[in-house]
């Protein structure tokens, strides 16, 4: 009798890795892009299906050489995205420090990572505090881009 191949279920590591998708690509800027000191505001384009039934999907800096995650907005928040044409969005992403190799993940959430991003942006704008964080358990990325900030 033939068996089953048993699938995994992705878990939430300190340090996961990008999967290939075809249900969310990072349009702009392309990956291993290169700013020359900015500071502010760079323009993200992400071309995203809509999710899965309780997945959220997030824009997640993990700046490189650390273990810290930074949750910056939920892909359909309005608040934080405009769409562009069907199924493309153009979201302002904010570079804090500047310079540096940053890495903007797109993640997929649970309804209990999901909770964990909206108390971490809720309280990280009302206080101007923006700490670090682990990536809650229940989230892994989809995909990513690396920039260099010089």
């Known amino acids: 009798t033939p068996t089953s191949t048993p699938t995994s279920t992705p878990t939430s590591t300190s ?14 800027p392309k990956d291993n892009s290169f700013f020359d000191n900015q500071q502010g505001e760079i323009d993200l384009k992400v071309a995203f ?11 997640v800096n993990n700046p490189a050489g650390s273990k810290d ?20 969005w153009l979201y302002k992403y904010w570079i804090k420090n500047g310079r540096g190799i940053h890495r903007i993940h ?6 209990s990572a999901n909770l964990a991003f909206k108390n971490y942006l809720s309280k990280a704008l009302e206080t101007g505090d923006w700490p670090a964080e682990p990536l809650p358990g229940g989230a892994y990325s989809l995909t990513k881009v690396t920039i260099t900030v010089e």
């Open 106 to 111: 797109i993640v997929s959430a649970n309804k």
């Open 49 to 59: 299906l809509r999710p899965k039934k309780d997945e959220y999907l997030w824009i």
């Open 15 to 28: 340090t996961p890795t990008s999967t290939s998708t075809d249900r969310v690509q990072i349009i702009e």
């Open 69 to 88: 995650w930074y949750p910056k907005c939920n892909l359909e928040d309005r608040i934080c995205g405009t769409p562009i044409k069907e199924d493309v």
